[in-house]
């Protein structure tokens, strides 16, 4: 646990950071993103990881 809270600056709890199969963040905003879109952003972290595969692959 103390690794990913180093690795992705987790500072209080809870904390959700999104992040790529790859380990890359997505967003440090998982939380207020759920809070103020609602389902809509998973649909964009899902559209946001693809478009940086396909650049990185």
């Known amino acids: 646990?103390?690794?990913?809270?180093?690795?992705?600056?987790?500072?209080?709890t809870?904390?959700?950071?999104?992040v790529k199969p790859n380990?890359?963040?997505i967003t440090h905003r998982g939380r207020t993103q759920?809070?103020?879109q609602g389902p809509a952003?998973?649909?964009s972290w899902v559209q946001v990881a693809d478009v940086f595969?396909?650049?990185s692959g």
């Open 1 to 12: 646990m103390s690794e990913l809270k180093k690795r992705y600056n987790i500072t209080a």
């Open 14 to 18: 809870p904390r959700l950071v999104v």
């Open 23 to 25: 380990g890359e963040v």
């Open 34 to 36: 759920i809070r103020e």
């Open 41 to 43: 952003c998973f649909q």
């Open 53 to 55: 595969q396909n650049f």
